[in-house]
């Protein structure tokens, strides 16, 4: 379910973003570009109207980054075919695609995403441009890595590494298969939260502006990557203690303040990440219109919840099944109550976020059972992957009614009976499927927990 995203002045931001054909003003001297290169470039170096950028100096100052043509991406896609559809998005849709060996002496071979922009959607240049110069430049293990960039005309494609797992709002409420583990879980938000840490810790922060599930890709161990610059923005300078601008996010996420005032600080996206945790805890959306009331907004709903251990109780996910820490819940509960006050200053900052949350993953209080998450096949026929996942969007939206989902409980219950059964079956067999109980997932990427 793809949630409204939103800029108040969108008309007078869309005015600023129309790809411009003219690029970005007249070259600049050779002397100039090396000194902006010894520190960051900004966005607003290259945005601004009257920049001396123009997108060619882009590729100078960025220069581990690709420049693809059209039709080497046509070749990565196979013209972008159906069967490589990802989804689809704010900026456009997105594509696997396959970089052979050959393409281009410096690029090794490997799968990668590749996004178009749709140029009759809402995101246009300016978000490309923010994608191409964060990404270009900010490398972290927990930040998805752009490999490149295509301009032609008015087309803007990005290239990424492909991310085998999606993101993380199909495993955390897709409907079909088992509930993703409690550990899985806490890996996923430590990750995510230490590639907000490094965003907030660069010399002249970064502020990510868009933090929520469906912006957390994850690889094939569980590794959480930021993904989507588009909205991100450089914070503040040092005597200044916000940036004011155009309020734009996803609803559910963005912090009351900037909604408010459109004052922007690191504290809006700590709001967001404490919307991101509560969505981790609950296996609620962060907005949910099919519910009543104040129900149909999460952060405002369960904060009041979150310090009463009994109430919090009642809230956790019911497909967790009771198979997670108690005294982590309690923790976790805790720090996101913090990370949604209605007072930037009392929120912690993203440091402060990790070190709370590392020790949680030591708690060894997770009553021990057969709970078993069934990660999809690799290599399992693209198009019927495809097909399914359609298949799975349709259903989410049918599925909407409380009647129905009461019949999915029992029906899962029937069937993770049957599971249970043939697990016990298989289980001495070695399968080429991966996989993952939080035991299992304990042991095996325990070193890798604190990467
Ligand atoms: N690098 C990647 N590897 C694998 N899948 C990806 C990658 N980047 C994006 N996707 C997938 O492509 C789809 C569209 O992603 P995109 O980020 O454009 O939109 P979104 O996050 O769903 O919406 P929004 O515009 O609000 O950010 C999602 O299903 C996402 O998981
Ligand atoms: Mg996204």
Redesign the pocket.
């Known amino acids: 379910m ?2 409204k ?1 939103w800029a108040t002045c969108r008309k007078y931001f869309l005015n600023c973003i129309k790809p411009k054909n003219t690029i970005l003003g007249p070259k600049v001297r050779a002397s100039s570009l090396k000194q902006i290169s010894s520190q960051r470039l900004l966005l607003s170096d290259v945005s601004d109207p009257g920049s001396p950028f123009s997108l060619s100096d882009l590729s100078i100052s960025l220069a581990d980054l690709h420049v693809f043509t059209r039709k080497e991406l046509i070749l990565i896609t196979k013209n972008f075919s159906k069967c490589n559809y ?6 456009g849709p ?1 594509y696997k695609g396959f970089i052979e060996d050959n393409l281009r002496p410096t690029l090794k071979a490997q799968p990668v ?1 590749v ?1 178009v922009l749709d140029l009759d959607g809402t995101q246009g240049h300016m978000e490309w441009l923010a994608e191409v110069v964060f990404l270009g430049q900010l490398k972290h293990p927990n930040l ?1 890595n752009l490999i490149g960039y295509s301009y032609e005309g008015q087309d803007r494609l990005l290239v ?4 085998p797992e ?2 993380l709002e ?1 495993h955390l409420f897709r409907r079909h298969g088992a509930a993703l583990p409690w550990l899985t879980r806490l890996k996923i938000i430590l990750g995510a939260a230490k590639g907000l840490c490094f965003l907030h810790e660069e010399a002249t922060p970064v502020i990510y502006r ?1 933090f929520k599930t ?2 957390i ?1 994850l690889d094939l161990d569980y590794n959480a990557k930021l ?2 610059f588009g909205l991100a923005t450089d914070g503040p300078d040092e005597e200044k203690s916000h940036v004011t601008t155009c309020v734009m996010g ?1 609803e559910g996420y963005a912090a009351p303040e900037y909604i408010k005032t459109g004052h922007l600080t690191t504290m809006s996206d700590v709001f967001s990440f404490g919307v991101v945790l509560l969505e981790l805890l609950t296996g609620r959306r962060s907005v949910d219109n099919r519910r009543h009331g104040r129900e149909k907004n999460l952060a405002e709903w369960a904060r009041p919840l979150l310090k009463d251990h009994r109430k919090l109780e009642g809230i956790m996910d019911r497909r967790l099944e009771g198979q997670y820490s108690i005294e982590g819940a309690r923790k976790l509960a805790a720090l996101a109550y913090r990370c949604l006050s209605s007072n930037p200053k009392s929120r912690p900052t993203m440091s402060s976020v990790i070190k709370t949350l590392e020790p949680v993953l030591e708690l060894k209080d997770i009553p021990v059972g057969p709970f078993v998450y069934i990660a999809p096949v690799q290599g399992e026929n693209e198009c019927d992957n495809v097909k399914k996942n359609i298949k799975e969007l349709d259903l989410d939206e049918v599925r909407a009614e409380e009647k129905i989902e009461e019949k999915e409980e029992k029906i899962k219950k029937v069937r993770q009976r049957h599971q249970k059964v043939r697990r016990n079956r298989h289980r001495r067999k070695a399968i080429g499927r991966a996989i993952h109980s939080d035991t299992e997932l304990y042991r095996t990427l325990k070193s890798s927990l604190y990467s």
Request: charged share 20%.
């Open positions: 793809a949630l995203k990802l989804g689809e998005g704010g900026f997105v995403a996004k998805v990424y590494e492909y991310m999606g993101n199909h868009d469906s912006n890709l993904s989507d996803t």
